[in-house]
């Protein structure tokens, strides 16, 4: 019988293990590595398929600060839409709204932020892969009855149009 030379190894005092034992073991490696990438790709399968099901959705959410004095909303859509054309999109969209200024436009990380003299906001596209890409915008201002909510839902939608996709309030 052939044996290797293993430094360290289990209940074997003089280190040396058989070769069919080595090559068990390699066996048993390999197994679990193939079951790994296995349950790897079927986790990543499950995110693609949620995010299908969420394409042009539009989801949104509120809350007001402790002291009640400031209010935060956020909305966000998945969309069939390669990631720099949405930011390109987006880009020229705030850049042609009347009465906002860009106060940051951070190209690396696809994200703009802007104002309107009360309100701030900011528009982030996120890749998810193979042509897919969630769109999020954040917005703070004072509370008060003119919540941006609308405004927010309107301009998404509006640059879902531009990109020829369907978007709509989700429920």
Not at 44 to 53: G, I
Not at 57 to 82: L, N
Not at 93 to 109: K, P, W
Not at 131 to 136: A, D, E, G, V, Y
Request: net charge negative.
């Amino acid at each position: 019988m052939t044996m290797a030379y293993a430094e360290g190894v289990g209940d074997n005092a003089r280190g040396l293990i058989p070769e069919a034992t080595m090559i068990r073991d390699m066996r048993k490696t390999a197994v679990l590595l193939g079951l790994a990438a296995m349950l790897w790709g079927e986790v990543a399968q499950a995110q693609w398929v949620l995010a299908r099901r969420a394409d042009g959705r539009i989801e949104q959410v509120s809350q007001a600060s402790p002291k009640g004095d400031t209010a935060f909303e956020t909305a966000s859509v998945i969309v069939d839409v390669p990631v720099d054309r949405v930011f390109e999109t987006v880009q020229r969209s705030i850049r042609t709204a009347d009465g906002i200024t860009v106060t940051r436009d951070d190209a690396a990380a696809r994200r703009v932020e802007f104002t309107d003299g009360k309100r701030n906001a900011g528009i982030q596209a996120i890749s998810l892969g193979d042509n897919l890409t969630q769109l999020m915008v954040s917005s703070a201002h004072a509370t008060g009855p003119d919540s941006p909510t609308t405004q927010i839902v309107e301009r998404i939608v509006a640059v879902c149009r531009q990109m020829g996709v369907e978007c709509s309030r989700g429920s």
